[in-house]
């Protein structure tokens, strides 16, 4: 339960089971996530990842053992409770308001900050993404998929999280595009959020960003090592792709 350091990890996973319906597809999952990290979750198609990430946010069912943030249990708290103890969460898909402008969209997510920090909070975004201030009056439905995924993420910003989940942010991504939003994504960390990084595609290019790495298998973990350590594994596709 403690990081590196010694200190509590700032994101605790114990023995979840979680799934949907009455079916468990996460069984008995463990996992910690030290204050500041940039933590890779891998493994195959189906293997839990996506399902991990819902759980933390309780988007899914959680049936049993426990998940706590900075020392507070929050297996049971609503979506909007962990968000606003600093848990910020990107889904892979339907993440933004296509009807809406991307300011709109930033503008939506400011309801969890003070009266009158929006302005400055969507200029902090538009200074990590500038892009988006390019796009300013464009509809979210309208954007590629490189500059979607930054209003995604630019949105979950927006209220400062300690700790940001991001769902698979560079699939179906150009290689200039993965590029682009992986740097902004390890600016972000660089500036002090701890970062978990659901990766499908790519993962030689952001294990190489990452510091620790879990592998999901069956909806357990399978191995945890740091990154570096298993981009140079002899097996790495096998755990990666699960053949
Ligand atoms: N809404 C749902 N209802 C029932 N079962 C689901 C639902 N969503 C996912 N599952 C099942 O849960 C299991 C894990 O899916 P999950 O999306 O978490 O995997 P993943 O590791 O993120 O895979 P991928 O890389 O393909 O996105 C799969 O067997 C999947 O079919």
Same mark, same amino acid.
């Given at each position: ?5 010694? $200190? &509590? ?14 079916? &468990? ?22 293997a839990g990842k996506s399902t991990l990430t819902k759980a ?22 609503? +979506? ?10 990107? +889904? ?21 900050? &003070? ?14 993404? #500038? ?21 995604? %993420? ?6 400062? #999280? ?6 698979? #942010? @560079?699939?179906?991504?150009? +290689?200039?595009?993965? @590029?682009?939003? $992986?740097?902004?994504?390890?600016? %972000?960390?660089?500036?002090? @959020? ?25 909806? @357990? ?23």
């Amino acid at each position: 339960m403690t990081d590196n350091n010694g $200190a &509590p990890a700032q994101l605790v996973v114990r023995d979840l089971v979680a799934g949907y319906g009455r079916l &468990p597809v996460l069984h008995g999952l463990s996992l910690d996530v030290a204050a500041g990290a940039m933590v890779a979750i891998i493994g195959p198609n189906g293997a839990g990842k996506s399902t991990l990430t819902k759980a933390i946010m309780r988007l899914v069912e959680v049936m049993g053992g426990e998940i706590r943030f900075e020392g507070t249990r929050i297996d049971g708290l609503e +979506p909007q409770a962990i968000a606003a103890l600093g848990v910020g969460y990107v +889904p892979q898909t339907r993440n933004v308001f296509g009807a809406l402008s991307v300011e709109e969209n930033l503008e939506l997510s400011c309801n969890l900050l &003070p009266r009158g920090a929006a302005g400055a909070a969507i200029e902090a975004i538009y200074a990590r993404f #500038p892009r988006l201030r390019q796009r300013r009056s464009q509809k979210g439905a309208s954007l590629s998929g490189g500059e979607r995924q930054m209003l995604a %993420i630019g949105s979950a910003l927006i209220s400062n #999280p300690k700790l940001i989940i991001l769902d698979e #942010p @560079t699939s179906g991504l150009s +290689p200039h595009m993965t @590029t682009e939003v $992986a740097e902004g994504i390890k600016a %972000i960390n660089d500036a002090g @959020t701890t970062v978990i990084w659901v990766v499908e595609e790519n993962p030689q290019q952001i294990l190489a960003l990452a510091d620790w790495v879990y592998v999901l298998d069956g909806g @357990t973990v399978r191995m945890s090592c740091a990154a570096r350590d298993l981009l140079g594994a002899e097996n790495f596709r096998e755990l990666f792709l699960g053949v």
